[in-house]
Structure formats: C-alpha cells, structure tokens
DNA sequence: CATGAATGAGTATTCATTCAT
DNA sequence: CATGAATGAATACTCATTCAT
C-alpha cells in the first residue's frame, strides 16, 4: 500500500531531524539561540522553515534536543574499557581527549557554557541527568586520586574540575593566545606522571 | 525658574543613569539579555519606558554601558595601593575579594560569563579596551611569580587565571556544594604560602 | 492484472468518499469548520491527508459536497409517498420525523445552523438550490393549511417554519432542559387534531 | 510630572477600547471570525495592528470581550422599570424591542447565533453567566403567564421562548422575504391582547 | 491508488523605538 | 524632563496543498 517502506519513511525523518540538530546547532553557537531565526535555521538545513514543524514542536523543543543530543556525544570521550576504572594511561587520555574535543569544537564549546548560565537550561540540565554523566566521572576520578596516594583525593576531584573549566573557559574566550597545549601537558604531568 | 543647580541636575541624571544600569543588569543577569524588555526595566527603575531613551540610545547601547560599568568596578578590587607591586599579602588580599566578589555577586558574573561567550559581545569587550585591565593585572601577577621564585612564571600565570576562571565557573553552576571557600584556602596557600 | 470491475472500483471511491464525509461533518460540527485540519479529517477517516485530495479538490469543496449530501438527507424526511399532498397523518409524521432527526442529530443541526449564519455559505446555499427542497415543502404546507381551513394559510406557514426552527435552536443550544417531546405534541395537537 | 493626566489617559484607552471593539463586532459579524486578521481589524479601527495588543492580549480575548460587551447591551432591552413584575404593556414593549433591535442589528445576531453554536463559546457563556439574564426573564415571563391566566404557564415560557428564537433565525437567514412585522402582530395578539 | 515528506503563503504576536502632549 | 500611546518591522508557527515514490 505505502509508497514507501516504514524503513525508508524512518530513515528519511532521521536523516532530516539530524540535519536540521546539526544546522541549528551551528547556528546557535556562533550567534546566539535568540539571535537564530527559524528561518535562517532551515536555509542552512536546506529546507523550507515548515518542515522544521515536522519534527521538532517549537524553536524551544528543538534547543531541548540539540542539549540532550550534545549531552549523548560528551558520554563518547569517557570511560573508554566502561569498567569504571581508569588507569593512569587512560587518564592521561581523558585528559589529552578532552583538550582535542574542545580545540576541534570550540563553538560547540561556548554554545555549551552559554546555556550553563542561563537560569532557565539550568533546570532543564537537571532533567537530562546530567548528573548520571558527572557523577559517574566524579566517583571514577575520586577513586583514582585515591588509588594513586593523592593527598585530600575529594576536594583534589574538586580541583581537577577548577583546572579543567578553567581551562576551556580561557581557551573558549582566547583561543589565539591561550598556550592550551603547554597547560595540558602541565596537568597530565600533574595527575599522571607522579615523581 | 530654574530653582536647581547644574550641579544638582548632573546628579540627578547620573543617578537615574545608575538606576537604569542597576534595573537592567539585574533583569539581564537573571533573564539573559533578549528576555528582557526595556518595558521591564523602566519598571525596575520605576520610571517608564520613554524616559530609558533620554539616557541610552538603544538597547545596545544600554547594555554596552552596563559591560562598561561591570567591568570599571572589576578595576576596585585590583591593586590597592597603585603602585604595580603585589606584595604576598596584597596577593592573599587580591584571591581573597574575587571570591568574596564571586559569592556576592553570583548573578553578575552569570551575566559576565554569558556575555563573553557571544561573538559580538566578544568583538566589543575588545573595543572596551579589556585588555588594558588584564594587561596590567597580568604583568603584576607575572612579576610576582618572579619576584617569588616560581618556576616558569609566563605559564604559572595561565595556570592562575585557568584555575581562578574555573573557579568562578564551578562556583557560578554549583554554588551550594562547590567547596569554593577550601579551594580558595588552598590557592592561597600554592600562591601566598610557600614552604 | 485487475481482479476487480469497474463496477467495485466505483463501489470503492464511493465508500471512501462517504467516508470522508462522515468523519469531516463529525469534525466540522463539534469544533467548527475552521478549527479542524485536513490531516485531522484523514486521521479520523483512517486514511492519508494526500489521499482525500483524490476525492475533492480542496476543502472547500468537501465543505460544499458535505453540504449537498446534508440537503439530500433532508429530503428524505419528507413527503413520503411523493404525491406532493400532505394528508394529516403525513404531517404528524412530518413533525415527528423532524423532532427525531433533530435529537439523533444534535451536532449535525449545529453545524448546519452554523453554515447558514455565514453571508458566504448562504450564497453557496443559493447555488445548492436550497430553494427547490423549500419551496416545494411550502407549496405542500401551504396547501395542508388551505385544506385543513386555517385562517390566512400564507401566514400560518411562516408561523409553522417560526416553531421548527425555534425548536431546533432551543434544543440544540439547550438539550438537557428543553421538553422537546412537550413541545412536540403541543406542535402536532395546534396543526393535527384540529377541535 | 505627567504630560497627559491620568484622566486624559484613561479617556483615550476606553475610547480606543471601544473602537477596536466596534471595529471586531462589524468584521466578525460579516466575515465570521477565522477569517478576520488582526490586521483588518486594526485597519477598520484606523490603527496599527501592534496597538490593538496594546488592549486585547490576545484574539481570543479581543472575542470574549467583545461577546461580554453585548451581553451587556441585551440587559438594556429587557425589565424597564425593574420592579421584576411585567405588565401587558411591558410584555408587548419587550416584543416590540425584540424585533426592533434584531431588525436594527441583524449582522450582530447572526455573529452571536454563530457563537452559540460552536461549544467552545457555550462554555464561555456559562462562565459570563448569560443565566442571570436568562433566569431572571424567565421567571418574569412565568410570572406574567401565571398572572394572565395561561393554561400551563411553564410550557408556554418555552414556547414564547422557541417562538422568539424562531423568529430571530427566519429573520436572520431570510431578513428580504420574512414577514417579521406581521408575525410580531401576531405574536402580540396571542400573549397581549387577550380575547 | 496511497503515503507522508515538503512547501510557502498567511497570521498572530512581540517589542524596540518614536513622539505628541 | 516624563509619560505611555502608537507604530511596524521582525518572527514563530500553522496548514492547505503538492508531489516524489
């Protein structure tokens, strides 16, 4: 009966919904979510702004999903063997991985931190578990300062985030000038090649 | 007619002025700046709209001013006594109040941050001369590595900023369960208590 | 390589196309022309939206035929036998019929009524020729009232279509309290058992 | 301090008010109110469309404003002297308002018939509590029934009442070829001039 | 014949800015 | 200097209609 399979159908409407996360998402980083017009999104999607109704119910629903779906790719560069352990080499990867994330998606980076501030993403962060991801990470890295004799290993875990935000934070805003790869050899040596 | 002074109705003006600026960074700071009406503001500064127009030409130009503001009060709690020289305890003084200015300010750094990371808000914090604080601070915090023997000073002075950046971001998202007062006890200890 | 005769293919398109009526006059009547969409009237009809527009050019044009076919349930209540005389019983069964239409068809009466307060529907109305049903109606009532020796017939049968569609609003616009059934038999004792 | 006194203020909003109100009733009576914009409306007014909003939050509200507002007018029409007890005279006043003012405002009944029928305004009408008005004439007009000797003077409230609306729908739908006069005679002969 | 993705004209609504008073 | 009514450009969103498959 149908003219296309339900497969053809599905992957259609993922193809575009991927699309359209992907312009929108461009759009918003450099230029601000209330800056970005419906309009201009579908332009850069290459489609008209009524098929962005199609799948997404508002401009709002649709930032909504683009953090949830940035949310799914920061899960990728952690925990690489899942079995909550990291060794010394992993963490070093971590480290070394987090760095090349943020230099190859700095605008991704800022869009990120943009919502942080905003009241409103706030609450919205809360209902994405975002938790689930840091307090994961937060007890694998506690447990690894532990494991490796670091003095105070909790309020280090705490330390590590500072040094970590502040990181992408200078990067984020300074990318020219910020000696990113001079600091992150100064944490791995920190955190991974104790004397 | 005229039963007030020039005087007087510079100071009128300078406060409504101040008003404003105040009505709006607290709205922008809790709303985020295209949240917010300039009806809005004339109603937290208790005047009405029309009259934001005889002190600010626009929107824009209103929130430049404010940046412009925020930022001449950041210069407060930077060197005390003006003479370029950071003594330690001017150094413990210094981490000191950007904590203090952090906890008491939360809003306004959110607003800060927020800003910072939008690219024109970026192209216009240059134009502000921002550089001229940070040029400056840098310089004297870079000097004070020298001064007190600190290995690699150029690279420990990132490493300050990344770790006073990351501070304020943590503190900014997490305010009730990031450590910040210990944290702060142990950056002053690495900075103003060597062994 | 078609099992089927023209014959079932006619049977098909009008299955489908009654279909479709049913489900956009259900529609129409209970949230107003205006407020239902086509995909609502395909999801309600079981089929696809592009698919009603094998059977009707526009959704004015449903709207129209969904009209037309209305009319000719109409005519089915009336003048039995067809000779175009009402005989007293036929009149009391006239009056009967109408009152139970109505009740079967509450949403149905709204509906219409809603159509022929629009100055454009009533055009189209015009086009339908509402009149020949109507016209041919009173001939007959006309003539029922000039048989039955009512004083000034022309009157009585404005009188008469005054009391229908005063019940109809009544009881469309208040169904629980309206003593329809009272004022029905109060209706067929004044123009059917003459004292 | 102020330019305008609040007086001069109030005055230009109620005028405004009213005009945008007039301007909606003509517009909505006519063209039947999907098919109104606000634009329209705006122009009939002879404003801006944004003003209009300065007023109404919303098309919806301009609606049940407007429909509250003629409620209203339809209190004027009924009880002139207020003591609850209606004379012959009164009643036959009433009837003669009745028609005179469904004469006089045709387009705006076919508007309110049109509201009627649709549920979402049923519900609203409840809640503008159209009951007072309704309740309070009906038992005046049981009252005169009972008073004047009707046989069953609670049916005849429902039929006068079916008559009524019976008249306004013929009327409405018919205003060329409805003989409104003669039978608003006849209706005053049966309720008001007693044989 | 049947589907639903795709289009785009149309509409309600917002809000910075102007201006008569 | 101060007010808030007024404007209109800008924008999110809807939905009848088309069409490739």
Redesign the pocket.
């Known amino acids: 009966?149908?003219?296309?399979t339900?497969e053809?159908?599905?992957k259609?409407?993922e193809?575009?919904k991927e699309g359209i996360l992907n312009a929108a998402l461009e759009l918003f980083a450099r230029q601000g979510v209330?800056?970005?017009?419906?309009?201009?999104?579908?332009l850069q999607a290459?489609?008209?702004?009524?098929?962005?109704?199609?799948?997404?119910?508002?401009?709002?629903?649709?930032l909504n999903e683009l953090i949830k779906s940035f949310i799914d790719h920061l899960y990728e560069y952690f925990d690489p063997d899942g079995d909550g352990i990291l060794s010394t080499e992993e963490m070093e990867y971590f480290i070394e991985q987090q760095v090349e994330n943020l230099k190859n998606n700095i605008d991704y980076y800022k869009f990120l931190y943009m919502l942080l501030m905003q009241p409103s993403a706030q609450e919205m962060m809360e209902k994405l578990q975002l938790e689930v991801l840091t307090s994961k990470m937060w007890k694998m890295i506690g447990t690894y300062f532990l494991r490796h004799n670091f003095t105070d290993p909790e309020n280090e875990t705490w330390i590590f985030h500072t040094i970590l935000d502040g990181i992408a934070m200078n990067y984020v805003f300074n990318p020219d000038k910020y000696p990113i790869d001079k600091i992150k050899e100064l944490v791995i040596q920190k955190y991974c090649k104790p004397v």
């Open positions: 009966m149908s003219p296309r339900k053809q159908y599905t259609i409407r193809d575009r209330s800056h970005v017009t419906m309009q201009e999104i579908a290459g489609i008209s702004k009524g098929l962005i109704y199609n799948y997404f119910n508002s401009k709002e629903e649709l």
